[in-house]
């Protein structure tokens, strides 16, 4: 934990303070692993480890640890847990739930570290999600007043998505399951099904809802908000260039404005994020980037002239964000970096 709250810092010696903590840190997991059974807590160490790796750019790490808890997790049977029986309030009611709140956990980051390019084509650590997986309780849930033993109470699936009241983590988890479904119908090269119609509108509705409930506040609901955005790009960029479309201008027309409107309104997020952030705590900022740099690369591609002044604003935006980002995580200044690099040569092969 003191790991995740550490700071870069554009001095040497204080990174490199960090980076030497990071080591130890990492040294220590696998001593542990390579001599003590698999357990929860081994796996809830492992998340925050890949966490920290994959939010300070270390991707290929990031992707070890995930699989290495992954395997963890099965190995204790985490993969088939369901939520609890017991009383609520129990101590054994808690570690049911916290079993299910780290499986989810776990499903979610190793989806997350998925969005990276340079994850594309390698499986994933975790199961596809089930649409009868069970919603993970909230943080506030566990830490009820453990006096008041109650009956268990009826809990909903994942695959709920038009319930009301879903906290973060529950929302969080809801966007993975749409992206998961997105993700297995592209790799199944069925871009073109009917069932891809479906997908997109319940990532619309689902995004719609948590849009609602953000209600202009920052720093609730980010991740759902990444994989929401993510999954709609993917999406609609999947069938923008599947060649069965080339000839049906209608469907064409359909993706090129969708992929124009998630653009736009990531734009959006970024200047008010932009105007907003000198009031932000930023302890409290998400790594949650996926969707800023996939909306920067949209932007890029699309570009009809780059000396647009309204084009260079909204660009400009972009890449604010991202810059107060990595003060927080390493991750965005080297997203920033490359997306940089990117605009350059686009630049140099228009000229």
Known sequence: MRLVTQHPSVDPEADQDREVLYLATKTLFAQVQAFMPSSLFLVQAGVILGHYEHAHGMIEAAYVTVGTCGRMACAIGMHNKQCSAEMQGTDAWVEDEEVLCTWWGLMILDRVIGC??????????????????????????????????????????????????????????????LFDRVRLALESGDAMANNLYHIGRDLQNLLAVVMEQVAGRWGVFCGATQMLITGLYNLHHAVHVHPDINNQMTYKEATELALNTL????????????????????????????????????????????????WLEDFDQLRKALGYFNRRWVLAGMELHRLNETVEMSMALRM
């Open 263 to 310: 653009t736009r309104m990531v734009i959006d997020i970024a200047y008010a994020f932009n105007r907003e952030c000198g009031n932000y705590d930023i302890e409290l900022l998400h790594p949650a980037l996926a969707h800023i740099v996939r909306c920067a690369q949209q932007h890029i591609l699309t570009a009809e002239d780059f000396n647009d002044p309204q």
């Open 116 to 177: 990276d390019p340079q994850m594309h084509g390698r499986p994933l650590a975790t199961r596809p999600i089930r649409e009868d997986d069970y919603l993970p309780l909230e943080s506030y849930d566990l830490d009820r007043d453990s006096n008041d033993l109650l009956e268990p109470t009826f809990r909903y699936f994942v695959s709920a998505t038009s319930l009301p009241g879903v906290g973060t983590f529950g929302r969080e988890a809801q966007a993975t399951y």
